[in-house]
């Protein structure tokens, strides 16, 4: 599988951006897909993650109630809706498929795959 994250941009704080991640080969329905980002001189941390039939959504605290996650499978693409974005989440976006469900969406060791990344910048 090869994933291609795309939609990143500048906007103002408050402003929205949508994230996609696009992916190739036919069994990416099957794979639970996370989102990541890293923001300068830090840690990769989790963003939100989605199963692969979409029923099961899960975010970070620090996103919830502001980011939703989705995906079309039909499509192989996930998607990232990003609303009342704030500076502090300004970071490079990565997306990353897992091809077997270790019960841990949230390290991105259990994740097989990753895209390049997107920017994701936010001003004050």
């Known amino acids: 599988v090869q994933l291609q994250a795309s939609g990143g941009g500048l906007v103002q704080a408050g402003g929205s951006l949508r994230l996609f991640c696009a992916a190739s080969g036919r069994t990416f329905s099957s794979y639970t897909v996370g989102w990541f980002r890293q923001a300068p001189g830090k840690e990769r941390e989790f963003v939100s993650a989605i199963s692969w039939s979409g029923s099961r959504p899960y975010y970070a605290d620090s996103v919830k109630g502001r980011f939703t996650i989705s995906r079309d499978n039909a499509k192989s693409t996930v998607y990232l809706q990003m609303n009342s974005l704030i500076p502090e989440d300004t970071a490079v976006y990565y997306c990353?498929?897992?091809?077997?469900?270790?019960?841990?969406?949230?390290?991105?060791?259990?994740?097989?795959?990753w895209g390049q990344g997107t920017q994701v910048t936010v001003s004050s």
């Open positions: 990353a498929a897992m091809k077997y469900y270790t019960g841990n969406y949230v390290d991105e060791s259990s994740y097989n795959f």
